[in-house]
C-alpha cells in the first residue's frame, strides 16, 4: 500500500527552512525554524515542536475524467532539484461550504471559481501534493493541508496562482488560512 | 461541535444484540454478541472485544441539492422505539474504484446503480447513518459502516434493498462486505 498519511512537525530539523508564516484568515500558528515531513503513522516525539499538522492523501471529489487527464499530461512530482522554494498552506473551510451538496460545491470550485484551470496554468512549475485533514478525526485545526514547490525563478508565478484563488468565490468559505513558505538552504 | 466518530466494539455489551454475521464479499468478522456502539474519541478498551470498527460522519459525495432535499422530506432518524431491527455493514471498496474521478464514480454510483433512488423507496422505514473510515488512516479495514434501523415489520423490505443495491453495477467495485444484523433484546 502506497503511504497516503503525513505528518508536518513545527520543529528544528528537515532541509526546509521557514520563510515567513503568515496568517492570511483567522489565527496563525507560532513561528518554527524547520517543518520536518514525515510519512506513515510513526511519527517521532518532538517536545520542542510548535506545532504538528497531518493530513492524509486521498481520491479526488471535483475533478473529471477529462480535466484529470490534462492535469496528468503537465504536473511534475514532489522533490525536483530545482525546486527549492515551497509553500504549506493549511486551510480550513467554514460549515456553510461542508453543508453545501455535491453539485452546489462542485460549481463554486470549478464553474465559478476555475480551481482546477486555474492550477493548470501554473503547470509543470508548480508541484503539489493535497492532504485531507477534516475526517482524520473530529477536532482537526485543519481540512486540509496543501504542499507545493516550485524554482526559485517561479516564486512571483505562485503568489499570483494563490491571489488568484483567495480572489475567488470559493474562498468565502475560507475561515482559517495560514500560509507557510519555505526554502532549502540552497535557495 | 456535534459527534461525528463512532466507535462499534463487537463485544458483550449494549442494547443491540447479535442474530448472524454474514460475509457477503471477502473476509467475515468473528462472532460477536453485541457491539457497543461509541460516540467520541474516548473509547473504553474491552479486552475481550473481537473487533473494533471506526468511521466518521462526514459531508456528503455524491447527493444533489434535489436530492437531499427529497431525502430530508422522508427520513427520519435513529433511535425510535419501533425500530428493534438493525444492521451494521461494513464495506470497503477495490482500489479501482478510487481510481476513478468524481464524474464516473457518480455516473456509476447514482445514474447506473441509482442508490440514492433506491434508498429513497425505502424512506421512512429504514433510517441509517453513514460513516467514513478510509481517511481515518492508512490501513483502515473498511471504506464505510453502514448502520440501520427498522422495524421488524419492514426486516423484508430491507432485505430487498440490500439486494437491489448488491445487484447493480456499483457492487462489482466492492471489494468486502460483512452484514451484521442485530435486534433489540425485545424485538
Chains 1, 2 share one sequence.
Not at 500500500?1 to 520563510?19: A, D, E
Not at 496554468?121 to 503539489?128: D, E, H, I, N, T
Amino acid at each position: 500500500m502506497s503511504q497516503r498519511l503525513f505528518t508536518f512537525i513545527g520543529g528544528n530539523k528537515g532541509p526546509w527552512r521557514v520563510t515567513g508564516i503568515d496568517a492570511l484568515i483567522g489565527d496563525s500558528l507560532p513561528f518554527a525554524n524547520r517543518p520536518e515531513i514525515i510519512a506513515g503513522a510513526e511519527v517521532p516525539i518532538r517536545k520542542d515542536a510548535a506545532w504538528v499538522l497531518r493530513g492524509i492523501t486521498s481520491n479526488e471529489r471535483y475533478v473529471t475524467r477529462d480535466e484529470k487527464t490534462g492535469l496528468a499530461a503537465r504536473q511534475q512530482g514532489l522533490g525536483r532539484p530545482e525546486a527549492r522554494c515551497a509553500a504549506l498552506i493549511p486551510i480550513r473551510k467554514n460549515p456553510q461550504w461542508w453543508a453545501l451538496t455535491q453539485d452546489e460545491r462542485r460549481r463554486i470550485f470549478e464553474e465559478r471559481t476555475k480551481h482546477i484551470q486555474l492550477g493548470l496554468g501554473y503547470l509543470p512549475a508548480v508541484a503539489r501534493r493535497l492532504h485531507h485533514c477534516r475526517d482524520l478525526s473530529e477536532n482537526e485545526p485543519f481540512d486540509f493541508l496543501t504542499f507545493f514547490e516550485y524554482a526559485p525563478a517561479h516564486e512571483a508565478d505562485f503568489d499570483r496562482l494563490v491571489a488568484e484563488l483567495r480572489a475567488c468565490e470559493e474562498w468565502n468559505y475560507v475561515e482559517r488560512e495560514v500560509d507557510i513558505r519555505l526554502a532549502r538552504d540552497d535557495a
